[in-house]
């Protein structure tokens, strides 16, 4: 078709840069011994800790049964403690060890590395350009800031 302006494939390049960037992700916290979910999850506790796993999954948009899975897995790796709540004995409230708190550090660094590696084609002018037009697209989907489509897995 001549004369007609083509498509700009913005989906198609979201979809693009978005699966190579899950999947570098999932890379580098495999080598923490972690799944992106796991790194998720610590992050949501990290940021509010003695939380419920109920919180925790509305806070991730996943279902509660699979945070249970998730939590499972942190509790075995030494990085997450379930307590019975002080204010709900039927709960259990969500803590970070001290091995979880040290993983959160490595993770912070690892996920900066991995924006760093990522963003490295545009200056620092084109990655808050990038930045802010990403969290208007998000906003206007109303997705929220925590969840994720990974945590639903």
Avoid: N
Wanted: glycine share 8%; no cysteine; charged share 25%.
């Amino acid at each position: 078709m001549t004369g007609t302006t083509p498509p700009s494939r913005a989906g198609f390049r979201l979809s693009q840069v978005g699966q190579l960037a899950a999947q570098r992700f999932a890379d580098a916290v495999a080598r923490l011994d972690l799944t992106p979910p796991e790194a998720g999850a610590l992050r949501a506790l990290a940021r509010g800790t003695g939380i419920s796993q109920r919180e925790l999954a509305a806070r991730l948009g996943a279902a509660p049964s699979r945070v249970v899975v998730l939590v499972d897995s942190l509790e075995h790796k030494g990085l997450v403690t379930r307590r019975r709540s002080a204010t709900d004995r039927r709960q259990h409230a969500l803590h970070l060890t001290s091995a979880g708190t040290a993983m959160m550090k490595r993770l912070r660094r690892v996920a900066e590395e991995h924006e760093h590696a990522l963003l490295r084609p545009l200056s620092d002018r084109e990655r808050d350009q990038l930045s802010r037009l990403l969290a208007k697209l998000a906003a206007g989907h109303d997705l929220e800031p925590e969840s994720h489509p990974g945590y639903r897995d």
